[in-house]
């Protein structure tokens, strides 16, 4: 997902997608979206692979907001840190 946000960057405006696409699809694949990693976020925790002491719907909502940046960087590198640094987030530690 960071990969291809990035990507799009300069291809695709927020607006003119909205405006192709009509508001209400973009809002619906933006839900689609969420759920999916809020679904990902459920089940890691479940597992024991990432932190739990932070309610899932806010780690989904830090991690595409996080994302998000990805449009703003130039480099493919830049946007394998800014993976990393979503991932290690995530990871339980413990203090």
């Known amino acids: 997902f960071a990969e291809v946000t990035q990507e ?3 291809s695709h405006s927020a ?3 909205a405006f192709l696409h009509g508001k ?4 619906h694949a933006k839900g689609h979206l ?10 890691a925790a ?3 692979a990432v932190r739990d002491d932070v309610p899932a719907d806010e780690l989904a909502g830090y991690c595409l907001s996080a994302l998000a940046v990805a449009r703003e960087l130039q480099e493919a ?3 394998a840190r800014l ?3 979503i991932l290690t987030g995530l990871r ?3 203090d």
């Open 8 to 10: 799009s960057h300069g």
């Open 15 to 17: 607006d003119l997608v």
């Open 24 to 27: 209400g699809r973009v809002a």
């Open 34 to 43: 969420r759920d999916m990693v809020l679904y990902l976020i459920v089940d």
């Open 46 to 48: 479940a597992a024991g």
């Open 77 to 79: 590198a830049a946007v």
């Open 83 to 85: 993976v990393d640094v």
């Open 92 to 94: 339980f530690r413990e």
